[in-house]
């Protein structure tokens, strides 16, 4: 079975400051990943995937995620964060070996930019 | 940019009574998805629909539950007789095929309250 953590509840930032958001991950196959945000009141967004390749793939709005093959993670990074940046943000992976497309998502993590 | 449209927003309704979420996908979009999110819950995978037929379906989506594509643009999902813990909010999403490189757009949801 897939399965996705996002271990923080809520993670808070200064404005400026670079931001991570962790995610890890759990599959029998190769993981496609990718995160979504979601702001209030709208739908997920997507952000960015990683499939196959380079490690570090980068995505809509500055971010970046790193895959980690050896630790399962694919966290989410910024250089640098804007309060725009202040939403919830979802982990999602999707197991190659599976024989199944649905998406199995992390609870979210709560980012907090802070003027 | 083409959306995912969900109506209505909002849904209240009573314990045992039929409801309607209705949605339309991206229009080039050949592949659609119900998801829902119970509060403060994961996101949950319930159905996906292709060609006319439910491609896939989770535990959750039990004989309760049934989509459907009555015309070429909208996407339903019905729930025949509705229970309090059918309270959440319901995603619509559709992507251009299940391949991996195609990620799900989303719809801002209906927050289905069953009373």
């Known amino acids: 079975a897939q399965s996705v953590a996002q271990p923080e509840d809520q993670v808070n930032v200064a404005e400026g400051n670079p931001l991570t958001v962790k995610c890890t991950y759990s599959v029998s196959g190769n993981p496609y990943l990718f995160w979504y945000v979601q702001y209030p009141n709208r739908g997920l967004q997507f952000l960015l995937k990683?499939?196959?390749?380079?490690?570090l793939v980068k995505g809509s709005y500055g971010f970046e995620a790193e895959f980690n093959k050896s630790q399962t993670s694919f966290h989410l990074k910024k250089p640098s964060a804007l309060v725009s940046d202040s939403a919830l943000y979802f982990c999602?992976?999707?197991?190659?070996?599976?024989?199944?497309?649905?998406?199995?998502f992390g609870k979210g993590t709560k980012l907090s930019v802070i003027p | 940019e083409p959306e995912v449209t969900q109506t209505p927003s909002h849904q209240v309704t009573q314990m045992g009574q039929e409801v309607i979420l209705r949605c339309v996908p991206i229009?080039?979009?050949?592949?659609f998805y119900w998801y829902r999110q119970i509060l403060g819950q994961k996101v949950e995978f319930l159905v996906s629909f292709y060609n006319n037929e439910i491609s896939e379906k989770s535990e959750i989506f039990d004989d309760q539950f049934s989509v459907e594509r009555p015309d070429g643009s909208n996407f339903t999902l019905k729930i025949r007789s509705t229970k309090l813990e059918d309270s959440a909010m319901y995603f619509c999403?559709?992507?251009?095929?299940?391949?991996?490189?195609?990620?799900?757009?989303f719809g801002n949801g209906t927050r289905l309250t069953v009373t």
């Open positions: 999403a559709s992507s251009e095929t299940t391949g991996n490189n195609s990620p799900l757009h």
């Open positions: 990683y499939i196959t390749g380079d490690n």
């Open positions: 229009s080039n979009h050949l592949y």
């Open positions: 999602a992976v999707r197991d190659s070996g599976a024989g199944s497309y649905q998406l199995t």
